[in-house]
């Protein structure tokens, strides 16, 4: 819910006296408002005023809150014709039930908003909706059964209470929660104004329908459905302030046809006008909110997603880097120790071999044996970590690696390297050898092909690396496609932690065709 103390909240004085005039104005709008529909009250704004301010503020400046609104709205009610209806007792009385009700919604919301969850909006709806506007109408009838006036009593009891529900929930999206802020009315109109023009155009061709068929009693009920798809398309364009916002122009709207006698509410009695326009915008905004929580919950879900999202990429660079680390630790541990100690083992065996006599040939055996095991340790060690990658640069760290496989398992490796693909920063130049390095063994482990192809270079100010071969190819569709080696989702991984995107274009018999590209401007270069 909103707070007012993250804003420069007034001193308690000050907001008793803001709730005042606020009181008095909100009373007299109601008045207003109501004049214009003979029937009876058609809204009462104090009521949702009160509600919105103390769902906002901490409980500590209730009672001056609920003291400047009542002498604002008992003034108000002192003038002649200041009250929708005839004795102001009433709405005070209801005004200091507020705070008691806004104490009840606070501890079932946990100090979230209604639209969290049904259970929430459910508790908002029964307090505000049905109980606070009985209440309401319960003390009308009682104030009014000493001046005998009962003649009405059921119809008063309708006005009464359609006109303070219709209150509390025109002033919700003030507290019902900061994404209901009427920012989100700018996605109205951007990035273009079409979805507002076109909401417009819809209401006044709704509005042109209401007054030339609003008569006829078999169309009625379409011509009350009509605004329903309007109110959808703002709540899912512009969400709770897009349906609130609807929801007030179209009761604009049915408001002037029916002062002009016009539209699907005008009944025989004027006062059975007012109910079934009352009526009406009250279901709408009940539904518009029932609307509005499964779009604020698809909208949470939305954003559990991005953010869990986020943080799986996260850990996923993390383990990558951890990897990266790990790898070269061990590449160190092979070349500074277990490669430094095979080599003194093979100077110590050239000496024993010299002073063996007969027994030299088996010895010089072990010998070339020791050297080939410390030749595939040294091998090892570079492919786990390229140092000669940080050393002369990603070329020849691309080019040492193509023609290490190109003699040790026989394909041809045809490797070109774009001048200005040489400098590029730390964390691209790893990314693209390590793709290098898994597409060039694949496609020998597994593809068996005979002819692969390397092409590194800077496009557009992006890196771009395309490793074409000629091998078996495989499946993408099926169970194959979920069976994707950890090879290729790293690498799909290591691109995106760049910003950048990985694609992989293969099928069976037709070689594959794998292609890394990685933008350079939020790059800085080594």
Request: hydrophobic share 50%; charged share 15%.
């Given at each position: 819910?909103?707070?007012l ?11 008793g ?11 007299m709008?109601s008045v ?16 949702g005023?009160l509600l ?8 500590s400046?209730?009672?001056?809150c609920?003291t ?11 003038f ?5 209806i005839?004795s102001?007792?009433?709405?005070v ?15 079932l919301?946990?100090?979230?908003s209604p ?10 709806l029964?307090l505000?909706?049905?109980a606070?506007?009985?209440a ?6 009682i104030?009014?059964y ?5 003649g ?14 219709l209150g509390?929930?025109?002033?919700a999206?003030?507290?019902?929660k ?15 104004s ?5 909401s417009?155009a ?16 078999y169309?009625?009920?379409m ?16 969400r709770v302030a897009?349906?609130?916002?609807i929801?007030i122009?179209?009761?604009?709207v049915a408001?002037q046809l ?18 079934s326009?009352?009526?009406w ?7 518009s ?6 779009i604020?919950?698809?909208v ?5 997603l ?25 590449a160190?541990?092979l ?10 083992v ?8 010299r002073?063996?006599g007969a027994?030299?040939?088996?010895l010089s ?6 050297i080939a095991?410390?030749?595939?340790v ?13 050393e ?14 190109r003699?040790?398992?026989g394909p041809?490796?045809d ?13 691209i130049?790893?990314?693209?050898y390590?793709?290098t390095?898994?597409a060039?063994g ?11 192809e390397?092409r590194l270079?800077?496009?557009d100010?992006n890196?771009e ?11 993408t ?29 293969t099928?069976p018999?037709k ?7 990685i933008?350079?401007l ?5």
């Amino acid at each position: 819910m909103v707070r007012l103390e993250a804003f420069a909240a007034p001193s308690s004085l000050g907001l008793g006296l803001t709730l005042f005039a606020g009181g008095f104005v909100s009373q007299m709008v109601s008045v207003l408002v109501s004049s214009h529909a003979d029937g009876g009250p058609l809204v009462w704004l104090p009521g949702g005023l009160l509600l919105a301010v103390l769902m906002s503020i901490a409980p500590s400046r209730w009672l001056c809150c609920v003291t400047g609104i009542v002498l604002g709205v008992s003034l108000a009610a002192a003038f002649p014709g200041g009250s929708i209806i005839e004795s102001g007792a009433p709405l005070v009385f209801t005004l200091v039930l507020v705070p008691l009700a806004a104490h009840i919604m606070r501890a079932l919301c946990n100090d979230a908003s209604p639209l969290r969850t049904f259970r929430n909006l459910a508790g908002f709806l029964g307090l505000f909706v049905i109980a606070l506007p009985i209440a309401s109408s319960a003390a009308t009838l009682i104030a009014a059964y000493p001046t005998g006036t009962r003649g009405q009593d059921f119809e008063t009891w309708l006005h009464v209470g359609f006109a303070h529900a219709l209150g509390y929930l025109a002033f919700a999206p003030v507290w019902f929660k900061p994404r209901a802020r009427w920012s989100t009315l700018q996605r109205m109109f951007l990035p273009d104004s079409w979805p507002a023009i076109a909401s417009l155009a819809a209401i006044a061709t709704i509005g042109l329908l209401w007054s030339a068929f609003g008569s006829l009693s078999y169309v009625r009920p379409m011509l009350l459905l009509a605004p329903i798809p309007v109110l959808v398309f703002t709540a899912l364009r512009a969400r709770v302030a897009g349906a609130y916002v609807i929801v007030i122009v179209i009761a604009t709207v049915a408001i002037q046809l029916s002062r002009a006698g016009r539209g699907p509410f005008i009944e025989d009695d004027e006062s059975l006008t007012a109910l079934s326009f009352t009526s009406w915008i009250l279901a709408t905004g009940v539904a518009s909110w029932l609307l509005a929580v499964l779009i604020e919950q698809r909208v949470d879900i939305r954003r559990a997603l991005v953010h869990s999202g986020r943080e799986v990429r996260e850990l996923a660079g993390r383990l990558i880097e951890a990897q990266e680390q790990e790898r070269s630790r061990i590449a160190r541990d092979l070349h500074d120790d277990i490669n430094q100690r095979l080599a003194s083992v093979s100077i110590e065996l050239s000496a024993i071999r010299r002073s063996a006599g007969a027994n030299g040939a088996e010895l010089s055996h072990v010998q070339d044996e020791l050297i080939a095991l410390s030749e595939d340790v040294r091998h090892l060690s570079h492919n786990l970590h390229p140092s000669m990658l940080h050393e002369t640069g990603l070329e020849a760290a691309l080019g040492s690696l193509c023609n290490t496989q190109r003699h040790r398992n026989g394909p041809s490796i045809d490797l070109q390297v774009m001048p200005d693909a040489d400098n590029l920063p730390d964390a691209i130049a790893l990314c693209l050898y390590r793709a290098t390095q898994e597409a060039i063994g694949n496609a020998i482990r597994h593809a068996r092909a005979r002819a692969i192809e390397v092409r590194l270079g800077v496009i557009d100010q992006n890196a771009e690396l395309r490793v074409d071969d000629d091998g078996i190819g495989f499946s993408t569709k099926g169970e194959a496609a979920r069976r994707r080696g950890l090879g290729l989702l790293s690498l799909d991984e290591r691109a995106k932690l760049l910003g950048g995107s990985f694609e992989l274009n293969t099928s069976p018999g037709k070689g594959t065709h794998v292609c890394i590209r990685i933008p350079l401007l939020s790059q800085r270069p080594r």
